[in-house]
């Protein structure tokens, strides 16, 4: 991809569309960048800042969706290679949106109260982006328990003999990264707000701020994390040379 102001002989546009050149045509320039307010309706300049690291996390989080349904679709086919490469980018997408946070920071408490001025009753609670990735959660939890039943390989035993259950131990893996990385956009989340508004304050949509350590403490794939403890049990039981305490995982 070539930058610059100069154009190259025979590089004229032929996508169909407005702008000046296919790069701006295929990725529709003129719309993305008209998404945020000018410059004399922003109530602060720092509308900008807030409204890219929004407007760019639901981009990514669209992303994530997408690629969270395909790696369902390929473990209900038994393609776990593949659906591990979805999760991959699932994975990466949540820590770009979780990184970019960190530009919330460089704004300041007072301006940030101005630009939270013109937010009406927007929240991060009513972002579609993670509204569709809740959604998608529970059937790639579902399809993930299908491929451990087909196997009939108990999930203790998956971490147990890894080297022989290879696929779906780093399918297991890669979920946990996932609910991990939910997990910690959420605790990121809590902190950008709690360093904009404080602690005690409430948000727009009359929530406190505290209350949404509640919500960092919840696991999106709790069996995944559960089995930790029970490995735990077993190991000791196994160290001490006895039986091993009975199991209802699957």
Known sequence: MGHGD???PGSDP???G???SDYE???RTDELLALQKPADQRVHRDELLFTTVHQSSELWLKFAVQE???ATELIGSDLLHEACRMLRRVVQSLRFITDQL???DRLDPWDYNVVRSALGHGSGFDSPGFRALARATPAIANAFDDALARTGVPLTE???DRQRHASLHELAELLTDFDERVRLWRFRHYSVVARAIGEESIGIQGVAVQDLTRLIAQRQLPKLWEVRTRLVELFEHERRGEAAPPSDDG
Request: overall charge positive; aromatic content about 10%; charged content about 25%.
């Open 25 to 27: 045509r295929y990725l």
């Open 68 to 70: 969270l349904e395909r």
């Open 158 to 160: 998956l971490y147990r």
């Open 102 to 104: 960190d530009m919330l």
């Open 18 to 20: 407005h702008g000046a």
């Open 14 to 16: 032929v996508l169909a």
């Open 6 to 8: 100069v154009t190259p």
